[in-house]
């Protein structure tokens, strides 16, 4: 072998029982701390929110060389599915107009808030999903479910959210124009509350991304690789990856980025 290879007997001897580089060492201790994490995150996670929980650990990894590992090793997330729906809209009320206008940042917390429905299916039938969602840390601020797609839907999610507020400062609140949305009663109960309600063009699912975003990413990781008998089962499901998945990984990239 060492003829064919045209290598001394003494270097490959020695090559042998050299010990391993220190970046091989660390190769292999990212490895079994990305395994950990694709694991505990249900194999949803790739690269990009891998890096972040690497990030949060205190360790500092490239983004090609978590990619590299995961790619020779086998390990992937779950790619998302781009699809485009147009939904029905309402007549925006008077006065109100897209403050939000696609600025999907905020410079500080309860400034900007997106919500927005979505349906999921169950056995027993449709279960409606409502959330707010704070655009300064991507956390959901309010969420509420109900077999039911009406205003008390809507209303219960964004007095979850005005619950958790600490200050008492105007906060833009954007919606599409679904009719919950545009209904008198849900835009007194914004203004009795300092909400200034902002709402997208007819027809631009772009307008309210945020929030279109967040339910992609919960079907992708969560709801399409589950098929749930009850609304109680889903119920507990999305509780589950909103508390105990979703925004804590959202407030450890908060800290991070600190």
Known sequence: MCRCLEVSPSGYYAWRIRPDSRRTRDNRRFLNIIK????????????PRILDELAYMGESCSKNRIARLMRDHGIKGIPQRSRWQKKASGARPDGIINHLNRQFDADKPNTKWVTDITYIRTGEGWLYLVVVIDLHSRIVVGWSMSHKQ????????????????KEDEAVILHSDRGTQFTSDEYQRFLRARGVI???????????NAAAESFFGILKRERVNRRHYITRAEARSDIFNYIERFHNPAKRRKMLVSK
């Open 36 to 47: 950990e994490i694709h694991h505990e995150s249900d194999g949803v996670f790739g690269c």
């Open 197 to 207: 309600s902002s709402m997208s063009a007819v027809g631009s699912c772009a307008d």
């Open 150 to 165: 009406d205003k008390q839907l809507v209303l219960q999610a964004v007095l979850m959210a005005l619950w958790q507020r």
